[in-house]
């Protein structure tokens, strides 16, 4: 009989990024299959497409995509940019050649 397993922790912020960097991953694939959907769905039997309802249609798909990835670059921005406050400054040590003594 083997032991029972522990639940394997996993911290909930670098989850959460990885999960989030996932999805900006997918991101553009699942904006390309939402776009082709019109095509794939098209009636042959009438003789004019309904143009205007799949103009709208892509204009709707593709500012939720643009708002999709604007949201998701602020949140992977917060967690993966370094804070800029509090580093400490490198000092160079080399002496500046257009400064005279």
Do not use: C
Not at 12 to 36: E, K, N, Q, T
Not at 49 to 69: D, G, H, Q, R
């Amino acid at each position: 009989m083997k032991p029972p397993q522990s639940a394997q922790f996993l911290a909930r912020d670098s989850y959460r990024i990885r999960r989030l960097m996932d999805a900006a991953r997918f991101l553009p694939a699942f904006g390309l299959v939402l776009l082709l959907l019109p095509l794939m769905r098209h009636d042959y039997s009438s003789e004019a497409p309904p143009t205007a309802a799949e103009s709208v249609y892509l204009f709707a798909v593709w500012i939720s995509l643009v708002l999709a990835a604007f949201f998701m670059s602020l949140g992977l921005r917060r967690t993966l940019d370094p804070p800029k406050k509090g580093l400490p400054q490198k000092e160079d040590s080399r002496p500046d050649p257009d400064q005279k003594d």
